[in-house]
């Protein structure tokens, strides 16, 4: 009978191991430390898969796939009558959001104008008091 898994994969899982008992060994996302060893073990397989090592594919048990797949169905239903409100929530808030931005922008057109005109008013009082003295 042929082996399951070829000797990379053998000695991937063996670094992995003796990174562990060292307390070297970190986790892909988290980058915490890993001190479980089925969790070395699924880190030096995955790392040989990833080298192209011969290791089988990952099982999902009949069970558990046949389960999920009823309860997909389950909630596959309910989930399109929540993604239509979603889809016309997001569109209102985009328009909104459109709208407000219009407002800003117009806003601040105001404000520029407003503190232009103070500028203006401020240099034609300053002109006459010149004149004056």
Known sequence: MARKYGKAAQKKVKRAMHKRKRGTLKSGRSGKKVKSRKQA????????????AKVP????SA?????????????SAKKS???KSSA??????????K????????ARKSTSRK?????????????????KR
Request: charged fraction near 35%.
């Open 41 to 52: 073990i699924a880190i030096g397989l995955s790392e040989a898969r990833r080298a192209g």
């Open 57 to 60: 594919a990952k099982k999902s």
């Open 63 to 75: 069970r558990k796939t046949s389960a999920k797949k009823s309860g997909a169905r389950k909630s």
């Open 81 to 83: 009558g929540a993604r």
């Open 88 to 97: 016309k929530k997001s569109s209102a808030q985009k328009s909104s959001a």
């Open 99 to 106: 709208k407000s931005g219009a407002r800003k922008s117009s």
């Open 115 to 131: 503190s232009a005109t103070k500028k203006s008013g401020a240099r034609k009082t300053s002109k006459k008091r010149s004149a």
